[in-house]
């Protein structure tokens, strides 16, 4: 029993680290948010948006990657509803990532244009939005169900597609 939860355990525990470093990011994005609405155009605050794109363009996609092609093909084998809904959002939140590319990428040839600029202060809420539900789904819901379905033996196979 031991072994199982020590696998368990690992597997989860670093999708879960993986959660916690994006709900840092979303945090700094939404810091940023909050600043862009209620100062204007900041070079500090756009790094930070700067920073949260870059994040989400290569940690983001990654992290949703092992998820759809390591774990939810076998947690499937078991139950599909909770992670169609995951696919689903991680879709959702695709669409969203590439609005918000292309609004940076705008206010980055025009700062000056308060339209932009509100636009980016609301793409960046509503992917922190979206973004820390999925992850609290995840945690709460998902993962509880790996724990409770998959064997020592799935887990070492998710493992191994994930690396």
Do not use: W
């Not at 990011?25 to 155009?41: C, I, P, R, S, V």
């Not at 084998?77 to 292309?102: A, C, I, N, S, W």
């Amino acid at each position: 029993m031991i072994k199982r939860k020590r696998v368990i355990l690992d597997t989860i525990a670093e999708f879960m680290q993986e959660h916690d470093d994006a709900v840092h990011q979303l945090h700094e994005l939404n810091d940023a948010a909050k600043q862009l609405a209620t100062y204007g155009f900041s070079k500090q605050a756009f790094k930070k948006v700067l920073l949260g794109l870059r994040y989400m363009q290569n940690e983001v996609g990654e992290h949703n990657k092992k998820e759809e092609e390591a774990l939810f093909p076998i947690l499937e084998r078991y139950v599909e509803g909770p992670t169609q809904v995951m696919r689903d959002e991680h879709f959702v939140l695709y669409q969203q990532f590439v609005k918000f590319h292309e609004c940076v990428e705008a206010v980055k040839k025009n700062s000056n244009d308060k339209k932009l600029l509100l636009r980016l202060v609301s793409l960046s809420r509503t992917i922190v939005k979206i973004f820390v539900n999925h992850i609290h789904k995840e945690n709460y819901i998902l993962f509880p169900l790996v724990q409770r379905f998959l064997t020592k033996e799935e887990l070492r196979e998710v493992a191994k597609k994930m690396h």
